[in-house]
């Protein structure tokens, strides 16, 4: 049984992959919305786990089809002009139908593919949505942007922890002038933040913020530094600590702090977690095995040399955050380990995952 079943939750609600739920800078996306309408570049910026992929997505349904196209880009994942071009062609397609003509669409120069994109568009006005648009490293994407940009109808929302302005590789595109605006990240209010977690809770079944009382919320969001993916799996952590300790009460801001020394977490029994580490990859068994002191993701990528990426992919899935349904196949209902609250983040097994070794 997955842990949040035990709060009576059908999901889980503190889930962190972008979302458009819920999003909390109404008044940002109103701004950006504005800048749409008047064809411009602008450029937002905030720290990871502000809401910048969950931003676009929040745009991205907001913005009615009849008028426009929009197109997401992950600048983290666009190397250059082809990768650029085929996230393009797919979407101008699917929204023109004319442009049936694939290989034309990506030879040609840069004005001819936007005389494409014009005939695809008809009246409707494109809107490039480009995630981390700080990571580009490719000029010709930069420069093929403002050609776009002056030949057609369309406007420009990045994302980036830091403004565009300041990305040397935007200096030859977009020169001063180019971008309309630049717009931070506020932080959130912690009422917000509030109201975030209970509609979250409230949408998988739960009643408002049960087992969060009022004050533990805003004691999480402090320890969170009012920044959203941060809240989200503190509450994570603490909902499970709750679940572990078979709670019947509500969660106290001093249950947190016994959540942040690290008390070890009561056991509870249901999964044949034998069976299941027996199912998990090579890598999946290493990190568990060398979890049996609570690490950080460095360390752990210096005793396993697992490539940092293919590391945190990986404690992703056993912490069920990603490929979820995997996961279950595998026979895995509860995170095998847990982040811990304050920074550098380690993480830690859980207590039965951590048994498992002691019984050796
Ligand atoms: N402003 C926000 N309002 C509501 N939820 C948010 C906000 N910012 C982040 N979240 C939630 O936190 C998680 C991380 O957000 P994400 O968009 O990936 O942040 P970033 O792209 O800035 O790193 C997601 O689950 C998202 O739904
Ligand atoms: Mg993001």
């Not at 930069?142 to 922890?161: E, F, G, W």
């Not at 969001?221 to 809240?231: A, L, Q, W």
């Amino acid at each position: 049984m997955p842990w949040y079943h035990s709060l009576g939750w059908r999901g889980n609600p503190f889930d962190y992959r972008p979302s458009a739920d819920f999003f909390v800078f109404k008044q940002l996306a109103h701004e950006v919305q504005k800048h749409i309408e008047s064809s411009a570049v602008v450029s937002t910026y905030g720290i990871a786990g502000m809401g910048k992929t969950s931003l676009l997505y929040y745009i991205d349904s907001k913005l009615p089809r009849n008028k426009y196209v929009p197109v997401f880009f992950d600048f983290r994942e666009v190397a250059g002009k082809d990768e650029f071009l085929t996230v393009l062609k797919r979407r101008v397609i699917a929204a023109g139908g004319l442009l049936a003509r694939v290989r034309e669409f990506m030879d040609g120069d840069d004005r001819s593919i936007t005389e494409r994109i014009n005939s695809a568009l008809g009246r409707r006005q494109l809107v490039l949505l480009i995630d981390e648009a700080g990571l580009l490293r490719d000029e010709g994407v930069a420069s093929l942007l403002a050609t776009i940009k002056d030949r057609t109808n369309s406007a420009i929302v990045t994302t980036s922890i830091e403004p565009l302005s300041t990305y040397v590789i935007y200096k030859g595109s977009f020169r001063e002038g180019r971008v309309a605006r630049e717009l931070p990240f506020p932080l959130p209010l912690k009422e917000d933040l509030a109201g975030m977690v209970r509609g979250r809770i409230e949408r998988v079944g739960g009643a408002k913020t049960y087992p969060f009382a009022d004050e533990t919320l805003e004691y999480i969001s402090k320890i969170s530094g009012n920044i959203p993916r941060e809240m989200l799996i503190n509450c994570q952590n603490a909902a499970m600590y709750y679940v572990d300790e078979k709670l019947d009460r509500e969660i106290t801001s001093a249950d947190v702090e016994v959540l942040l020394t690290g008390k070890p977490v009561a056991e509870h029994g249901e999964e044949n977690i034998e069976r299941i580490y027996n199912n998990l990859s090579d890598n999946q068994q290493a990190i568990i095995r060398a979890l049996v002191k609570p690490k950080s993701a460095q360390e752990l990528e210096k005793e396993l040399s697992i490539s940092y990426g293919s590391l945190t992919k990986e404690v992703g899935r056993l912490m069920l955050q990603t490929d979820v349904n995997m996961m279950f196949r595998k026979g895995l209902r509860n995170p095998v380990c847990t982040k811990t609250l304050n920074r550098p983040y380690k993480y830690v097994l859980t207590k039965k995952w951590r048994l498992l070794f002691a019984k050796e």
